[in-house]
């Protein structure tokens, strides 16, 4: 075993001059947010924003410093809950009785603007929190593909809904109408992707949105406020910035938040819904805690799970929720399994997130590399060793992934949602020890079974689908195609997200009911032909 942390020598930072120029962004001092449909200008304090890349200045690493966003405070934050309430005005509100079409041109609108701003998005994405060129380039093409897929939802839900029903003497007609004012948060991992898979659905059946930004890969939306601006009505958008426990806290102390978006731990969830006094009245679509586990059987193809293991346990530096953060082995194939496993880790290229080919990044999150120095100590005192070279070794945000074997059901890597760069894998004899881990576990996303037998492979299904939301064969946890369900169960999500779903989640179903005689389907014609109603339609959105 190598202990990395004894290299003092490798580092991938270099000094501002020796960085691509076209890769280069500029420092932006954000001095604005959007509130009711004005850019307002900012002049209280600031919050510095930081890469998770380090530069070389005089022989050292520093922190490049990326910026600045207002620190906004609860006195802001309610002025945007005012002008959200204000825009949805009890459904009153110009975005809400907007007709569908009318919110597709918007949003469509919106996509356009947006595409404008994504080489500066994409070069954000990759200062700010790490991700690959090729992994930033991903997360914009994906969320416009998500826009435009949801937009197709929307119309497909809304030609269902253009007819009238007819049941027992009593005719109707059915559509989804929303919900009120969405607070919406979102991850750092994905700080674009995730958080627009909650904010655009609600938009886009009328709800309006207080979009509070992540602490991390916050500058990168600075770009897209003014297509908001341009795009959308006076509030139904308004952005909040600063510190949850100053901002959030106090709005949802105030019962007038009706709908909570929030991907984060579940710990933070559960704190934000019980601060709502009105909690029957609050809809929570939630994306929390994972710690998915893969099981590979002596059935397995090694090269296979080998291969789906690495992608699903180390991109982005396994930083995302779907992320395979514990890896079940049969004994008889252990020893070959985390011998091919631990060189393909190996061969991993560490770097910064433009360089070609590279597949390790900085960590955006300070106390990140030292929580996992925490976590490997406590494996090595317990028995688990490091096995692939330099694993482990840190400078500055950078951790050079490692494989952790053999881990053991008393260590910290065994429970806790590392979200970082540690692959711990745990021998097993009994296909009965991964289910106990599931059935004992407080999370409940998905999980990876890789074996070449139906029968076990069978045999593992039908337990599992009652444990998690989402068995994967022979390949890697994932959330996508977008157009699946996407949750969890126990402390892993509440409420479903999909492309389909999603729209279902940020609204309610109503109905315009009558008893059938002539009068009544008169006046019903009248309404439909005459375009007097939005809701009352047989309008078909091409």
């Known amino acids: ?201 609600a938009l886009l059946m009328g709800n309006t949105i207080l979009f509070k930004m992540p602490k991390h890969g916050v500058l990168l939306h600075y770009p897209l406020l003014k297509a908001f601006q341009e795009a959308f009505p006076a509030g139904a958008v308004n952005t909040l910035y600063g510190k949850g426990a100053e901002i959030i806290a106090p709005l949802m102390e105030s019962g007038r938040i009706n709908v909570l978006a929030f991907i984060g731990s579940s710990k933070v969830a559960n704190g934000l819904k019980k601060l709502h006094p009105n909690i029957n009245r609050l809809r929570a679509i939630l994306s929390l805690d994972a710690k998915n586990a893969a099981i590979v059987t002596n059935n397995a193809n090694l090269d296979v799970a080998v291969s789906e293991c690495l992608a699903g346990s180390l991109s982005f530096n396994g930083q995302r929720c779907t992320a395979l953060k514990l890896i079940f082995v049969q004994k008889e194939i252990a020893p070959a399994f985390v011998e091919k496993f631990s060189a393909a880790v190996s061969n991993l290229k560490a770097g910064l997130p433009w360089e070609k080919d590279v597949k390790i990044t900085p960590l955006p999150e300070p106390n990140k590399p030292a929580y996992l120095q925490g976590c490997l100590q406590d494996a090595q005192a317990k028995g688990a060793n490091v096995i692939n070279p330099n694993g482990g070794y840190t400078n500055e945000s950078l951790v050079i992934p490692a494989v952790v074997y053999p881990v053991k059901e008393s260590m910290r890597l065994y429970h806790e949602e590392q979200f970082g760069p540690l692959v711990p894998i745990v021998p097993f004899d009994s296909l009965e020890e991964p289910l106990k881990y599931q059935i004992e576990a407080s999370h409940g996303m998905q999980v990876s079974i890789f074996s070449e037998n139906a029968e076990e492979v069978a045999s593992l299904i039908d337990p599992f689908v009652n444990l998690v ?35 279902r989640s940020f609204s309610i179903r109503a109905l315009v009911a009558t008893k059938v005689t002539e009068s009544n389907k008169q006046l019903l014609n009248g309404i439909v032909k005459d375009h007097k109603s939005n809701f009352l339609s047989t309008d078909y959105i091409f």
């Open 1 to 201: 075993m190598t202990n990395a942390n004894s290299n003092p020598t490798f580092s991938v930072f270099k000094s501002e001059n020796e960085i691509p120029e076209n890769f280069r962004v500029p420092v932006i001092e954000q001095r604005e947010y959007l509130l009711n449909g004005q850019l307002v200008t900012w002049s209280g304090e600031v919050t510095d924003i930081y890469s998770s890349v380090h530069v070389l200045e005089n022989g050292q690493t520093v922190r490049k410093r990326l910026g600045s966003i207002p620190n906004i405070t609860s006195k802001e934050a309610f002025e945007a809950l005012d002008a959200a309430e204000k825009a949805y005005n009890n459904g009153l509100g110009e975005w809400p009785q907007m007709s569908v079409e009318g919110r597709i041109k918007c949003m469509q609108k919106f996509v356009f603007l947006m595409l404008e701003q994504r080489d500066l998005v994409i070069r954000l994405l990759m200062w700010e929190i790490g991700k690959t060129l090729a992994d930033a380039t991903k997360e914009f093409d994906r969320t416009v593909d998500y826009i435009n897929d949801t937009i197709d939802a929307l119309k497909d839900l809304d030609r269902e809904s253009s007819r009238f029903q007819q049941a027992e003497g009593t005719i109707a007609q059915v559509r989804r109408v929303p919900l009120g004012v969405v607070l919406s948060m979102g991850p750092f991992n994905y700080p674009l992707n995730e958080i627009f898979t909650t904010l655009i659905p």
């Open 469 to 503: 939301s989402r068995v994967n064969i022979n390949c890697q946890a994932q959330r996508g195609p977008d157009v699946f369900p996407f949750t969890g169960r126990k402390d892993s999500a509440e409420g479903t997200l999909s492309v389909f779903d999603a729209l």
